[in-house]
C-alpha cells in the first residue's frame, strides 16, 4: 500500500515577520528608537549603541535634546564620555517627532507621575499616538514605563493599531518594566535581570530578543500584565523598604 506525504503548510504571514525581525535584531541592522531619553531611557539607548544597533533618541524637550546631541548628558548613569561615544557610532537625538522616523523596535519610556494617587498615563497615550503614525508592518513596540496590569494590551494596543495595523499578526507588543536604580554602583542595566513579555508568543520571543541582545538575563513572563504586575510588587516592596 501506498501513500502521499501531507504537503507541508505554509507559515503563517505572522511568523515570517517575526523570523525576519528577530534575525534584524541579531545582525544589529533593526532600527530601534527609544521614546523618552531620561534616566530611564538614555540608558537602553546607550546600550543599544554598545552592542552595534543603530539608535535615535526621542526627547521631547528640545533643550535636552539638543544637549544630547552637543554630547552633554543630563543623567547621572551616563557620563559625557559614553554619549559622545554613542553619538560618534551615530546615536542621535531628536525632539521632533517627525524627525524619529521609521523603526523596527520601539520602546517607549516616558514618566507616569501619579496624579490623585493613579499614574497619569497621557505621555504614554502621546508616545503611543506618534509611534502609529511612523509604524511599520514587522515593528515591535515596547513599553517600560510603571503603569497598572492591563495597560499594554488595553491601553496602548488600541491605540497603535490606530496605524490600520493589526498588533499580534502585522506588528508586535510587549511590556518589559524598566529596574534602573539610578546611582547603584553594583546593579546597572546590563546586569539587573529584565523581565520581558508580549501580547502574544510571537511578540514575546521578538521582546526576549531585542533584550537579550541588551542585558545579561531575560525573565520571560506568561503575558504582559504579570509583566505590568512584577514591576507594580517591586515598586511596593522597595517603598516598604524605604
Aim: with cysteine; proline share 8%.
Amino acid at each position: 500500500m501506498t501513500g502521499t506525504l501531507p504537503t507541508p503548510s505554509a507559515p503563517e504571514p505572522a511568523d515570517v515577520l517575526v523570523d525576519d525581525l528577530l534575525r534584524r535584531i541579531t545582525d544589529r541592522t533593526a532600527r530601534v528608537l527609544i521614546v523618552g531619553q531620561g534616566y530611564v531611557g538614555l540608558p537602553v539607548a546607550m546600550r543599544a549603541v554598545e552592542v552595534g544597533f543603530p539608535v535615535v533618541g526621542h526627547e521631547a524637550s528640545p533643550e535636552r535634546a539638543a544637549a544630547l546631541q552637543a554630547g552633554s548628558s543630563y543623567v547621572a548613569d551616563v557620563p559625557d564620555s559614553l554619549l559622545r561615544s554613542a553619538l560618534d557610532a551615530g546615536y542621535q537625538a531628536v525632539a521632533a517627532p517627525g524627525d524619529a522616523g521609521p523603526f523596527d523596535v520601539a520602546v517607549i519610556t516616558v514618566p507616569t507621575p501619579l496624579r490623585d494617587g493613579t499614574p497619569d498615563l497621557s505621555f504614554v497615550e502621546d508616545a503611543a499616538a506618534t509611534l502609529a503614525r511612523c509604524l511599520r508592518v514587522g515593528g515591535l513596540v515596547v513599553l517600560e514605563s510603571t503603569t497598572y496590569p492591563g495597560t499594554t494590551d488595553e491601553l496602548m494596543r488600541p491605540i497603535l493599531e490606530q496605524s490600520g495595523l493589526e498588533a499580534g499578526a502585522e506588528f508586535f507588543v510587549g511590556y518589559s518594566p524598566e529596574r534602573i536604580d539610578p546611582g547603584n554602583p553594583r546593579w546597572g542595566f546590563v546586569n539587573t535581570p529584565k523581565v520581558v513579555s508580549g501580547i502574544d508568543e510571537r511578540s514575546r520571543r521578538a521582546v526576549e530578543a531585542f533584550y537579550g541582545a541588551l542585558v545579561d538575563k531575560v525573565v520571560p513572563v506568561g503575558s504582559t500584565a504579570e509583566a505590568e504586575l512584577v514591576k507594580l510588587l517591586e515598586n511596593t516592596f522597595r517603598h516598604v523598604n524605604i
